[in-house]
Protein backbone atom coordinates (compact mmCIF):
# COMPACT_ATOMS: atom_id res chain seq x y z
CA UNK A 1 0.00 0.00 0.00
CA UNK A 2 1.39 3.68 -0.15
CA UNK A 3 3.10 5.43 1.80
CA UNK A 4 -0.18 7.42 3.51
CA UNK A 5 -1.80 4.26 4.07
CA UNK A 6 0.76 3.20 6.35
CA UNK A 7 0.90 6.12 8.16
CA UNK A 8 -2.66 7.46 7.97
CA UNK A 9 -5.24 4.13 6.93
CA UNK A 10 -3.55 1.95 9.43
CA UNK A 11 -2.92 -0.34 6.36
CA UNK A 12 -6.04 0.24 4.89
CA UNK A 13 -6.71 3.12 1.98
CA UNK A 14 -6.44 6.19 3.70
CA UNK A 15 -8.68 7.91 1.84
CA UNK A 16 -11.29 5.41 3.39
CA UNK A 17 -10.43 6.22 6.50
CA UNK A 18 -13.83 8.14 7.92
CA UNK A 19 -12.10 9.86 10.58
CA UNK A 20 -10.18 11.78 7.77
CA UNK A 21 -13.13 13.69 6.56
CA UNK A 22 -14.44 14.41 10.03
CA UNK A 23 -14.96 18.40 11.38
CA UNK A 24 -12.93 17.55 14.26
CA UNK A 25 -10.00 17.44 12.02
CA UNK A 26 -10.59 20.68 10.23
CA UNK A 27 -10.26 22.26 13.42
CA UNK A 28 -7.80 20.64 15.35
CA UNK A 29 -4.95 22.67 15.94
CA UNK A 30 -1.75 21.68 14.16
CA UNK A 31 1.32 20.12 15.14
CA UNK A 32 4.60 22.36 15.12
CA UNK A 33 5.73 20.49 11.94
CA UNK A 34 2.47 21.27 10.26
CA UNK A 35 2.56 24.78 11.17
CA UNK A 36 5.98 25.29 10.12
CA UNK A 37 5.20 23.82 6.52
CA UNK A 38 1.53 25.46 5.61
CA UNK A 39 1.85 28.48 8.27
CA UNK A 40 -1.87 28.35 9.83
CA UNK A 41 -2.81 27.19 12.92
CA UNK A 42 -5.79 24.85 11.77
CA UNK A 43 -6.76 22.97 8.45
CA UNK A 44 -9.86 25.57 8.58
CA UNK A 45 -7.44 28.37 7.71
CA UNK A 46 -5.67 26.48 5.47
CA UNK A 47 -8.82 25.90 3.15
CA UNK A 48 -10.18 29.40 3.19
CA UNK A 49 -6.77 30.39 1.99
CA UNK A 50 -7.25 28.00 -0.31
CA UNK A 51 -10.41 28.49 -1.68
CA UNK A 52 -10.02 32.52 -1.33
CA UNK A 53 -5.91 32.13 -3.38
CA UNK A 54 -6.77 29.48 -5.92
CA UNK A 55 -10.38 28.59 -6.31
CA UNK A 56 -12.35 32.03 -6.17
CA UNK A 57 -10.18 33.61 -9.14
CA UNK A 58 -11.26 30.61 -11.02
CA UNK A 59 -14.97 31.76 -10.64
CA UNK A 60 -14.23 34.78 -13.18
CA UNK A 61 -13.49 37.55 -10.00
CA UNK A 62 -10.17 37.93 -10.55
CA UNK A 63 -7.28 37.52 -8.09
CA UNK A 64 -7.76 38.80 -4.13
CA UNK A 65 -6.03 42.16 -3.75
CA UNK A 66 -3.17 40.14 -2.04
CA UNK A 67 -2.17 37.40 -4.22
CA UNK A 68 1.05 35.99 -2.56
CA UNK A 69 0.32 33.62 0.00
CA UNK A 70 0.01 34.12 3.68
CA UNK A 71 2.62 31.27 4.02
CA UNK A 72 5.68 32.41 4.09
CA UNK A 73 9.15 30.65 4.07
CA UNK A 74 11.91 31.89 5.62
CA UNK A 75 14.68 29.66 5.57
CA UNK A 76 17.60 31.05 4.60
CA UNK A 77 18.70 28.11 2.92
CA UNK A 78 17.11 26.57 -0.41
CA UNK A 79 15.29 23.56 0.14
CA UNK A 80 16.31 20.04 -1.70
CA UNK A 81 13.92 18.20 -4.07
CA UNK A 82 13.64 15.76 -0.86
CA UNK A 83 12.27 18.27 1.16
CA UNK A 84 9.98 19.66 -1.07
CA UNK A 85 8.29 16.48 -1.72
CA UNK A 86 8.36 15.90 2.03
CA UNK A 87 6.59 19.50 2.35
CA UNK A 88 3.97 18.87 -0.26
CA UNK A 89 2.93 15.49 1.52
CA UNK A 90 2.23 17.35 4.33
CA UNK A 91 0.31 20.37 3.01
CA UNK A 92 -1.40 19.26 -0.46
CA UNK A 93 -0.70 15.72 -2.03
CA UNK A 94 -3.03 13.12 -4.32
CA UNK A 95 -3.57 9.92 -5.52
CA UNK A 96 -4.90 8.42 -8.49
CA UNK A 97 -8.33 6.72 -8.04
CA UNK A 98 -10.48 4.39 -10.07
CA UNK A 99 -14.06 5.47 -10.09
CA UNK A 100 -15.07 2.81 -8.17
CA UNK A 101 -13.27 4.51 -5.33
CA UNK A 102 -14.33 7.66 -6.15
CA UNK A 103 -17.76 6.39 -5.42
CA UNK A 104 -16.53 5.15 -1.68
CA UNK A 105 -15.46 8.91 -0.89
CA UNK A 106 -18.20 10.49 -2.27
CA UNK A 107 -20.16 7.94 0.00
CA UNK A 108 -17.49 9.25 3.44
CA UNK A 109 -17.84 12.98 2.59
CA UNK A 110 -20.17 15.44 5.04
CA UNK A 111 -20.94 17.37 1.59
CA UNK A 112 -20.30 17.64 -1.74
CA UNK A 113 -19.67 20.84 -3.64
CA UNK A 114 -18.86 21.43 -7.06
CA UNK A 115 -15.78 24.17 -7.55
CA UNK A 116 -14.46 25.95 -10.25
CA UNK A 117 -10.39 24.12 -11.11
CA UNK A 118 -7.86 26.85 -10.40
CA UNK A 119 -5.64 24.82 -12.93
CA UNK A 120 -7.94 25.55 -15.71
CA UNK A 121 -7.92 28.79 -14.95
CA UNK A 122 -4.09 29.35 -14.50
CA UNK A 123 -2.74 27.53 -17.12
CA UNK A 124 -6.03 27.26 -19.87
CA UNK A 125 -6.98 31.18 -18.80
CA UNK A 126 -10.75 28.94 -17.90
CA UNK A 127 -13.22 30.36 -15.84
CA UNK A 128 -15.77 28.35 -13.93
CA UNK A 129 -14.14 25.46 -15.30
CA UNK A 130 -16.19 23.11 -12.90
CA UNK A 131 -13.93 20.26 -12.72
CA UNK A 132 -13.13 19.85 -8.91
CA UNK A 133 -15.58 18.38 -5.50
CA UNK A 134 -14.83 20.09 -2.31
CA UNK A 135 -15.23 17.81 0.50
CA UNK A 136 -17.39 19.70 3.42
CA UNK A 137 -16.47 22.78 2.80
CA UNK A 138 -20.18 23.90 3.09
CA UNK A 139 -20.51 22.20 6.37
CA UNK A 140 -17.61 24.11 7.77
CA UNK A 141 -19.78 27.42 6.03
CA UNK A 142 -17.18 28.31 4.38
CA UNK A 143 -19.04 29.20 0.75
CA UNK A 144 -20.92 31.58 2.89
CA UNK A 145 -18.08 34.11 2.81
CA UNK A 146 -18.73 34.06 -1.17
CA UNK A 147 -22.87 35.14 -1.48
CA UNK A 148 -22.16 36.21 -5.08
CA UNK A 149 -20.19 32.78 -6.34
CA UNK A 150 -22.68 31.02 -5.65
CA UNK A 151 -23.79 29.61 -9.40
CA UNK A 152 -19.56 28.59 -9.06
CA UNK A 153 -20.08 26.97 -5.84
CA UNK A 154 -23.09 24.28 -6.04
CA UNK A 155 -23.44 21.60 -3.46
CA UNK A 156 -24.65 18.28 -5.25
CA UNK A 157 -25.69 14.89 -3.73
CA UNK A 158 -23.52 11.98 -4.26
CA UNK A 159 -25.68 10.67 -6.69
CA UNK A 160 -25.61 13.92 -9.15
CA UNK A 161 -21.71 14.17 -8.61
CA UNK A 162 -21.70 10.04 -9.45
CA UNK A 163 -23.28 11.21 -12.69
CA UNK A 164 -20.68 13.92 -13.76
CA UNK A 165 -17.72 11.38 -12.51
CA UNK A 166 -19.17 9.06 -15.01
CA UNK A 167 -19.32 11.49 -17.51
CA UNK A 168 -15.64 12.17 -16.99
CA UNK A 169 -14.43 8.87 -16.99
CA UNK A 170 -15.97 8.82 -20.63
CA UNK A 171 -13.96 11.89 -21.66
CA UNK A 172 -10.89 9.74 -20.42
CA UNK A 173 -10.31 12.67 -17.24
CA UNK A 174 -8.19 10.85 -14.70
CA UNK A 175 -9.28 10.84 -11.00
CA UNK A 176 -7.56 11.69 -8.21
CA UNK A 177 -8.26 12.77 -4.21
CA UNK A 178 -6.22 15.38 -2.41
CA UNK A 179 -5.40 16.45 1.22
CA UNK A 180 -5.90 19.74 2.47
CA UNK A 181 -3.02 19.51 4.99
CA UNK A 182 -2.25 15.52 5.40
CA UNK A 183 -4.34 13.52 6.60
CA UNK A 184 -7.78 15.74 6.11
CA UNK A 185 -9.35 14.21 2.87
CA UNK A 186 -10.56 17.58 1.15
CA UNK A 187 -11.17 17.27 -2.57
CA UNK A 188 -11.46 14.96 -5.66
CA UNK A 189 -10.21 16.39 -8.78
CA UNK A 190 -10.64 15.51 -12.24
CA UNK A 191 -7.74 16.20 -14.58
CA UNK A 192 -6.03 15.78 -17.70
CA UNK A 193 -2.65 17.67 -18.89
CA UNK A 194 -4.60 21.57 -18.04
CA UNK A 195 -4.25 19.99 -14.89
CA UNK A 196 -0.95 21.75 -13.06
CA UNK A 197 0.06 18.44 -10.80
CA UNK A 198 -0.65 16.55 -13.76
CA UNK A 199 1.59 19.06 -16.05
CA UNK A 200 4.09 19.52 -13.93
CA UNK A 201 4.93 15.69 -12.50
CA UNK A 202 3.45 13.93 -15.54
CA UNK A 203 4.17 15.74 -18.81
CA UNK A 204 6.99 17.68 -18.03
CA UNK A 205 8.50 15.07 -15.79
CA UNK A 206 8.74 16.48 -12.44
CA UNK A 207 8.62 16.06 -8.53
CA UNK A 208 5.85 13.75 -7.98
CA UNK A 209 2.38 15.61 -7.06
CA UNK A 210 0.37 12.41 -6.17
CA UNK A 211 0.84 8.74 -5.87
CA UNK A 212 -0.10 5.36 -8.25
CA UNK A 213 -3.20 4.22 -7.26
CA UNK A 214 -3.74 1.18 -5.40
CA UNK A 215 -4.90 -0.38 -8.78
CA UNK A 216 -3.32 -1.70 -12.48
CA UNK A 217 -5.37 -2.35 -15.19
CA UNK A 218 -4.62 -5.44 -17.09
CA UNK A 219 -5.99 -6.60 -20.38
CA UNK A 220 -7.94 -9.74 -21.43
CA UNK A 221 -5.86 -10.84 -24.61
CA UNK A 222 -8.83 -13.20 -25.56
CA UNK A 223 -11.13 -10.24 -25.17
CA UNK A 224 -8.96 -7.39 -26.84
CA UNK A 225 -9.79 -7.16 -30.53
CA UNK A 226 -6.77 -4.74 -31.58
CA UNK A 227 -9.11 -1.90 -31.85
CA UNK A 228 -6.91 0.77 -29.84
CA UNK A 229 -9.64 2.56 -28.66
CA UNK A 230 -8.46 2.00 -25.14
CA UNK A 231 -5.07 3.84 -26.08
CA UNK A 232 -6.88 7.42 -26.53
CA UNK A 233 -7.86 7.91 -22.98
CA UNK A 234 -4.42 6.45 -20.96
CA UNK A 235 -3.01 9.98 -20.00
CA UNK A 236 0.37 8.06 -18.57
CA UNK A 237 1.77 6.33 -21.26
CA UNK A 238 1.07 2.75 -20.53
CA UNK A 239 -0.56 1.20 -23.44
CA UNK A 240 1.13 -0.34 -25.91
CA UNK A 241 0.32 -2.25 -29.33
CA UNK A 242 1.40 -5.26 -31.09
CA UNK A 243 0.80 -5.44 -34.96
CA UNK A 244 2.20 -8.67 -34.77
CA UNK A 245 -0.39 -9.77 -32.03
CA UNK A 246 -2.88 -7.45 -33.05
CA UNK A 247 -3.52 -6.59 -29.24
CA UNK A 248 -3.13 -4.07 -26.43
CA UNK A 249 -0.81 -4.51 -23.69
CA UNK A 250 -0.76 -2.58 -20.80
CA UNK A 251 2.51 -2.49 -18.96
CA UNK A 252 2.24 -2.36 -15.01
CA UNK A 253 5.24 -0.45 -14.02
CA UNK A 254 3.56 2.57 -15.96
CA UNK A 255 0.12 2.39 -14.90
CA UNK A 256 -1.59 4.58 -12.46
CA UNK A 257 -4.46 2.37 -12.27
CA UNK A 258 -6.92 5.30 -13.34
CA UNK A 259 -8.98 2.96 -14.72
CA UNK A 260 -10.03 5.53 -17.28
CA UNK A 261 -9.14 3.13 -20.21
CA UNK A 262 -12.23 0.26 -19.36
CA UNK A 263 -14.83 3.18 -20.29
CA UNK A 264 -13.39 3.17 -23.83
CA UNK A 265 -12.86 -0.63 -24.57
CA UNK A 266 -15.99 -1.66 -26.39
CA UNK A 267 -14.72 -5.65 -25.54
CA UNK A 268 -14.81 -4.92 -22.16
CA UNK A 269 -11.42 -6.64 -22.24
CA UNK A 270 -9.83 -4.40 -19.31
CA UNK A 271 -9.91 -5.13 -16.12
CA UNK A 272 -8.64 -3.20 -13.03
CA UNK A 273 -6.67 -5.66 -10.28
CA UNK A 274 -5.00 -4.75 -6.35
CA UNK A 275 -1.53 -3.18 -7.05
CA UNK A 276 -0.40 -5.82 -4.63
CA UNK A 277 -1.25 -8.51 -6.79
CA UNK A 278 0.59 -7.42 -9.92
CA UNK A 279 4.34 -8.80 -9.50
CA UNK A 280 5.92 -6.07 -11.73
CA UNK A 281 4.11 -2.97 -9.91
CA UNK A 282 3.94 -3.79 -6.31
CA UNK A 283 5.49 -1.05 -4.07
CA UNK A 284 5.49 1.24 -6.96
CA UNK A 285 3.75 4.22 -6.77
Known sequence: MCEFCMKHGEGKSWYLQMENYSQELVRAQLSPRQNEVVGFNSRDQWIRQFLKNFLLPATGSGYPENTESEVIDKLAVPLSESEILERWKIEHFGQVLPIEDVEKVFGLASSITRLPCG??????????????FGLGVDVAHMLEEYPDRSASFETMSKDEAMKLIRQFDNEGLMHSVWTGVTPYVFGVCNCDGDCGAYRGYIKNKGRQAFFKAEYVCLVDMDQCNGCKECMSQCQFG?????????????????????????????QGAIELVPRARVKEAAGIW
Open 119 to 132: CRFDNAGLTNARYC
Open 238 to 266: AQFYSSAMGKVTIEPKLCFGCGVCRAACP
